[in-house]
């Protein structure tokens, strides 16, 4: 399985970015798909997931009302759509996939069965 995240960039305090996330996964469908993240010298954290049918997620508080999490599961595809962007946001920005949707443990990254590679998001002016 192979996860590919992209989008990432510089942008400046307030603006918008929309990650993608392409997965070669042929059973794409019956994964949940997550963004977490990755600041400067600190540990990579829960972002938000998606279930594997669309019609649930999950947000660290720190992106709730900014950031939104959808798929497209005709195009294997799961995107992050981040407004009102913050210095604070800066982070590599990972896609993973898991097999299962565990209660009260899809915020924790050993859920996760796949990982993307990353893609670079620079908040400064």
């Known amino acids: 399985v192979q996860l590919q995240a992209s989008g990432g960039g510089l942008v400046q305090p307030g603006g918008s970015l929309r990650l993608s996330c392409a997965t070669s996964v042929r059973t794409y469908r019956t994964y949940a798909m997550a963004w977490f993240r990755q600041a400067p010298g600190k540990e990579r954290e829960f972002v938000s997931v998606?279930?594997?049918?669309?019609?649930?997620?999950l947000y660290a508080d720190s992106v709730k009302g900014r950031f939104t999490i959808f798929r497209d599961n005709a195009k294997n595809m799961v995107y992050l759509q981040m407004n009102s962007l913050n210095p604070e946001d800066t982070a590599v920005y990972y896609c993973a996939a898991a097999q299962n949707w565990v209660v009260g443990a899809m915020r924790s990254q050993n859920n996760y069965d796949y990982w993307g590679q990353g893609t670079l998001v620079t908040v400064s002016s």
């Open positions: 998606v279930r594997q049918s669309g019609a649930s997620t």
